[in-house]
Nanobody, 122 residues
Framework: QVRLVESGGGLVQSGGSLTLSCAAS????????MGWYRQAPGTQRELVAT???????KYAVSAKGRFTISRDNAKNILYLQMNNLKFDDTAVYYC????????????????WGQGTQVTVSS
């Protein structure tokens, strides 16, 4: 059984930084696709960033230049470094993982975590 546990969320002022972590446990060795999605109240869950086992990354327009996704394959940990945070970044951030080469939507992933709240004060 694969389990994903996010951490690192919290309250930060606008312009500040946070680093989210997602620890993966279980039979997840060499899982290919991992990513971060977020959901603010009353909105659809949206892509933030994804990364493959080989390090190929993809970012939402809103995240480019401010967020960096990375993974430590030896430790099975996914990270999201978030800089210059804005009020609109306030959301619950979810970690996803899947065996496939790519996913067009979060619902296609095989595994996901419970989320971590990020609140940015203006």
């Amino acid at each position: 059984q694969v389990r994903l546990v996010e951490s690192g969320g919290g309250l930060v002022q606008s312009g500040g930084s946070l680093t989210l972590s997602c620890a993966a446990s279980g039979n997840i060795f060499s899982i290919n696709s991992m990513g971060w999605y977020r959901q603010a109240p009353g909105t659809q869950r949206e892509l933030v960033a994804t990364i493959t086992l080989r390090g190929s990354t993809k970012y939402a327009v809103s995240a480019k230049g401010r967020f960096t996704i990375s993974r430590d394959n030896a430790k099975n940990i996914l990270y999201l470094q978030m800089n210059n945070l804005k009020f609109d970044d306030t959301a619950v951030y979810y970690c996803y993982a899947g065996w496939g080469p790519d996913y067009s939507d979060y619902e296609e992933y095989d595994y996901w975590g419970q989320g971590t709240q990020v609140t940015v004060s203006s």
